[in-house]
């Protein structure tokens, strides 16, 4: 019970900073998704059942912050951390977390999630559909991998103890 007080809690606080802090970082309009590392992390911890209902929880939550297609967020973080959960074996857990393997895995769920995410919410709309899609998912995917060195580095050094 005490694991998932605190996973609720480390999903609060990091819908708090990609709520408060993130737009800061942004990059012409790009930004990192904090909340994606978490469901990869949840993934390749935990496997596919927890990732996709912990995906789907911070989706949801992402939604209530947000104005838009409210229950999107919560369907590609299912979709992703479903995914993601592929790559879970509890006897290599530490060692993917501190590797690069996390962030491949993170790329690969990132990618999954952007182009689900974006496919549905620019239909209908003038842009280019799979032009804007790809380009806007391959830049925000970058961003978040990039972010996602930081867990793996702190996994890294923790396992190396």
Partial sequence: MERYVRSSLT???????????????????????????WVVFIAIRRGQVEAAVSGFAVGLLQDLTTTQFFGLAALAKTVSGFAAGYFFNEN???????TYRFVLILLLASMIHNIVYYMIFLQGTEVPLVGTTLRTSFVTTLYTGL????????????YSR
């Fill in 11 to 37: 999903a609060l606080i990091l819908l708090l900073l990609q709520t408060t802090i993130v737009p800061y970082l942004s990059l012409e309009g790009y930004q990192p998704d904090l909340l994606m590392i």
């Fill in 147 to 158: 972010f996602g060195l930081l867990p793996m580095f702190a996994s890294a050094r923790k």
């Fill in 92 to 98: 290599t857990t530490e060692q993917t977390l501190a």
